[in-house]
């Protein structure tokens, strides 16, 4: 069974831009986390989709928006880009909420 | 709000001897789940162990083993026969039980294995 996927993997944004992510689940997997990793603040939690409903959020500004998709595929968009968004952004599935995760290898965003 | 506390930024062992992971953690649950996390240069995260808060048995995967004292909210990861694939950072995770339950992370350790 092929695992989480992450597209694209690397990206180079300049401040302003907008930005989508695009995050495939283990197949049959309904749930979708993301989460922001950076050096400073280490793992944080943005939000989690089940069925194409939000669930859960974490604390990040409204420019940090998901979404997913009737085959369980989520985007993360983030807009306006600030170079504080530099991070590697990690998302998960599990077959339900609050299930076991399993991570993708991540998307490394650079904004200049 | 749950908090998730490793202290100890690095830590370096000689090959095939045996190293302990620290982590403490805050909550006011009673049911939830303790994990810990691999996280190698490569970048993929892998599970390397969880522990049900219910239960007293301490979690084994093989040469993994947790110390989970949970009056003392302390959750330690013990890597016996260390090998040059356990380098990588290591995190420990925090989640209650409940649907719309996160995983909250600590800040990492990164571990070297010396050859």
């Known amino acids: 069974k092929a695992g989480v996927t992450q597209t694209p993997r690397y990206l180079i944004k300049t401040r302003g831009q907008q930005v989508t992510l695009s995050c495939s689940p283990i197949?049959?997997?309904?749930?979708v986390s993301w989460y922001q990793q950076t050096p400073g603040q280490g793992l944080q939690f943005l939000f989690e989709y089940f069925s194409e409903t939000q669930r859960n959020k974490g604390n990040f500004p409204g420019r940090f928006s998901g979404r997913q998709f009737s085959n369980s595929r989520s985007e993360m968009n983030v807009s306006t880009l600030e170079l504080g968004d530099s991070a590697l952004y990690l998302c998960?599935?599990?077959?339900?909420?609050?299930?076991?995760?399993?991570f993708g290898p991540g998307t490394r965003l650079t904004v200049t | 709000a749950q908090t998730v506390t490793q202290s100890q930024p690095e830590m370096s062992v000689q090959e095939a001897e045996t190293v302990t992971l620290s982590c403490t953690y805050d909550t006011s649950e009673s049911n939830y789940y303790l994990f810990w996390y691999k996280q190698p240069p490569s970048r993929q995260m892998i599970l390397v162990i969880r522990q049900e808060a219910y239960k007293q048995q301490n979690a084994t995967e093989n040469r993994f083993s947790v110390n989970f004292q949970k009056a003392a909210k302390s959750f330690s990861l013990k890597i016996s026969d260390s090998q040059l694939g356990d380098t990588a950072m290591y995190f420990c995770a925090f989640r209650h039980t409940g649907a719309n339950s996160k995983l909250t992370f600590g800040k990492g350790i990164t571990l070297s294995v010396r050859p």
């Open positions: 197949s049959g997997h309904r749930s």
């Open positions: 998960a599935s599990s077959l339900v909420s609050g299930d076991e995760q399993y």
